[in-house]
């Protein structure tokens, strides 16, 4: 039996200075080849849980591993498996989509020739081939997200990690970003997302975890937890299960 894509035992993570723990002894299982979101109020440790999922933040408690390998003691192994798009935009403004694509590639440690290939596969699909040599800083907000998504992956990982992806982006990109997804997914990428556009996760997500105060609230497909809850959407079940009105960032 394969391992599963992510599994988190009795997890704990607090801020230096602070004294409340961002999570708090967290449980959770992501199986290999699930549309997974991650959501609750802001502050409930969404973001947090993400960075120590990509090695991004040290846990202080518990264990995390990405397809049977521990975060903290592997994190070679683990970094050629995810792919990171975290909400601020992480490449270089001054370069354009091929050449930040072609130095996140040579340092997630493919030749010349994969990245290429690779680079222009991901500018053909996400819209980006005739202005794959401008510089990324004379870039919309919708076309510098589909860098940001590009650079996720560059490297092919089993694994992609979403932070508010399509934040900032008008329906056409986010229709675009998220139908991207879903062929990822289809053709075996696990996708694990948080956003706080309701409407758009009950689209894409297939499981969900409501988080707050760093703990797991409730872990199910969305399916039984509607049903369980009798709500009849995720903002309704949100608002029910953490009795906080949802607000953007």
Known sequence: MSSPAVMIQNLGFKYPGQSAASLI??????????RFGLFGPNGAGKTTLMNCMTGLLNYQQGNINIFGHEVKKNRKEINKLFGFVPQDFSFYQELSPVENLAFFGAWSGMNKEAIKQKSGELLDVLGLADVRNKQV?????????RVNLAIGMIH??????????????DVHTRQAIISYLKDLNKNGTTLIYTSHQLSEAEELCDRIALIADGKILVHDSLTQLLSDHREEGLEGLFINLTGKMYRDA
């Open 25 to 34: 002894n967290l449980d959770l299982e992501v199986a290999e080849g699930e």
């Open 137 to 145: 800083q004379k870039f919309s907000g919708g076309m510098k997200r």
């Open 156 to 169: 092919t990982p089993r694994i992609l990690f979403l932070d508010e992806p399509t934040v900032g982006v």
